[in-house]
């Protein structure tokens, strides 16, 4: 590794480690949640988060736009919700008696785009937002107008409400780097939170990057080099989980369709960015370990066969991470 990629990379670690200090004082209990949005981020991409209301969603989006310098916005989704109302729409204006369209942006038009509960809105509105974040621009009446720089979605899903909603494709899911599932903190984290939260005054999040930073960082993370090893890791695992090329017997029984290539993609850019979280300068096979859940979680799929058995996703994913020693 070049001298300048190494100083670079402890210098960004620094201030990996400011930014989580400044999240922890207003996020408790969720350390693995906010790794992988930090994660997520630092690698360019966009995250899905699972968990039911009330764990502090909201509230991380909230925090990580003030402490990385982002313009955040927020959608709430529901099934009346229309393209135009997340896109932007144009309107006629009159002035001096001529008349002309004049393009109003909508929310989608910020650096850091919370998606409230997704998957309420119809799957026409899915695809509107969807398309913006793998293109980074909107098409309005022809006209196309480009996003703010760097563009982030972190959509949210209620696992347990079914009702009423419009699960993504599975195309569109693959739209998403990881899945962080939110669970509930523990007793001592859910303590500290209730003091925190429930008395005179707050702690309230700081700047500690700037958008340009951040977009600085992810340009960074691209250059740390990958040693033969975690690609040859990533590779088996990705293909592992393929019913068409597993070694494991269970998968090809039990998995409908596995990870695409953009799985491996996934993997490789988030193994550089949890290592450089950690403070090394390189990824390790420990880092595609902890990182399988997230990438391929959302990109696999049980059959029927595999339902019916009572099998569980994340134990396949388990197999294949024990395979990779």
């Known amino acids: 590794m070049q001298a300048d990629i190494v100083s670079e990379v402890e210098g960004l670690s620094a201030r990996v480690g400011a930014i989580r200090a400044a999240v922890g004082r207003t996020i408790f209990g969720q350390d693995d949640v906010v790794d992988q949005t930090l994660i997520t981020l630092l690698s360019g991409g966009h995250a899905l988060l699972v968990g039911v209301p009330g764990l502090g969603k909201s509230r991380l989006v909230e925090t990580l736009g003030i402490v990385l310098g982002l313009g955040t916005k927020r959608i709430q989704f529901t099934p009346d919700l229309m393209p135009a109302d997340i896109t932007g729409s144009e309107v006629l204006d009159e002035t001096d008696g001529r008349r ?31 398309q913006s974040m793998q293109e980074q621009r909107v098409a309005v009446a022809g006209v196309e107008h480009v996003l703010p720089r760097p563009f982030h979605v972190l959509a949210t899903q209620n696992p347990i409400e079914q009702e009423g909603t419009y699960p993504l494709p599975e195309a569109q899911l693959d739209r998403f780097l990881l899945q962080i599932d939110v669970g509930y903190p523990a007793l001592d984290a859910e303590r500290t939170m209730l003091l925190a939260t429930t008395g005179a005054a707050e702690a309230a999040p700081v700047a500690t990057l700037t958008a340009g930073e951040l977009m600085a960082a992810q340009a960074l993370i691209r250059r740390v080099p990958v040693g033969e090893s975690v690609v040859d890791a990533i590779l088996a695992l990705v293909r592992g989980g393929r019913p068409e090329t597993a070694a494991d017997a269970g998968i090809g029984k039990h998995v409908a369709w596995g990870p695409g290539p953009r799985a491996a993609q996934a993997l490789m850019l988030a193994s550089r960015a949890r290592a450089l979280l950690q403070g090394r300068l390189a990824p390790s096979i420990d880092d595609v370990a902890a990182l399988a859940g997230p990438v391929l979680r959302h990109r696999m799929a049980l059959n029927f066969a595999a339902r019916a058995e009572g099998v569980v996703l994340d134990e396949l994913i388990g197999r294949l991470v024990e395979r990779l020693g």
């Open 100 to 130: 002309s369209f004049r393009f109003v942006p909508g929310p989608v038009f910020c650096q850091l785009l919370m998606a409230d509960e997704i998957n309420r809105a119809s799957p026409r509105t899915q695809s509107a937002l969807l």
